[in-house]
């Protein structure tokens, strides 16, 4: 078997008092596109800050593609799509992602950005501060950063928020493509049917530890909405 895209071993994680994780433990092979489910609160904002460095865990250990999650090459495997944008308003559509063609060194950086911005249909608006783009424009912006220098493994966290049923459906088809592709995917969100019909297998969050991890095709659907809907709500971790 290969050495696997992602591999949790026994993260916790506490704030204080507060528990938000309790002893996470999988790992996602190249390729593999998987869902976190769990109820606000469960904690899979924590575990996804966690996985992309922003987090440190106080117990347990995380490792990309075999190796440390800070070192500098797996940086540049890794794109984050999260309620944090990392983009500048006072900068063009295309100002801001010629700044982060220039930190990721992307190869023909140029016809790079015009395909992204082609992706997310936003070329018309290439020109204009970010700071006037609607909430979904901005998501839409976000996914085209995240995308620019085709990174290996995809964290997403809750990515359909802030967008219309349009936009929802183009991040849905190009979420598909990078998975023919061969891009590693993780994500977290409360659509089931989303999850479902996109990934290869789900993990359920409840009372901060993985409950349930199983093949989306093994599964009857009714199954994975009871296992969601079962799951409690944790109170003061999002």
């Not at 015009?114 to 609607?134: G, I, P, Q």
């Not at 909430?135 to 809750?158: K, V």
Request: proline content about 3%; aromatic content about 6%.
């Amino acid at each position: 078997m290969s050495v696997p895209a992602l591999e949790v071993s026994g993260v916790s994680k506490d704030f204080g008092r507060i528990i938000a994780l309790r002893d996470v433990t999988f790992s996602v092979q190249p390729g593999e596109f998987v869902s976190i489910l769990g109820r606000n609160g469960a904690g899979k904002t924590t575990l996804l800050n966690i996985i992309s460095g922003v987090s440190r865990p106080s117990e347990g250990t995380v490792q990309l593609f075999g190796t440390n999650p800070s070192d500098r090459e797996n940086k540049a495997k890794l794109a984050v799509i999260s309620h944090e944008m990392f983009l500048y308003g006072n900068l063009t559509a295309l100002e801001n992602l010629e700044y982060y063609s220039r930190i990721y060194s992307v190869p023909d950086a140029q016809e790079r950005i015009e395909t992204v911005l082609k992706d997310v249909e936003l070329t018309h608006r290439r020109f204009d501060l970010v700071a006037t783009y609607s909430r979904g424009m901005t998501q839409r912006l976000t996914i085209a950063r995240a995308l620019l220098h085709e990174p290996s493994l995809l964290l997403l966290d809750e990515p359909f928020t802030g967008l219309d049923q349009h936009a929802i459906g183009m991040l849905i088809t190009l979420l598909k493509r990078q998975k023919e592709m061969g891009r590693t995917i993780l994500l977290t969100t409360h659509d089931l049917h989303t999850a479902t019909a996109l990934s290869d297998r789900y993990l359920v969050i409840s009372k901060h530890k993985i409950v349930k991890d199983g093949l989306i095709v093994d599964t009857n659907p009714d199954k994975i909405r009871q296992a969601f809907f079962s799951s409690e709500v944790e109170e003061g971790v999002s």
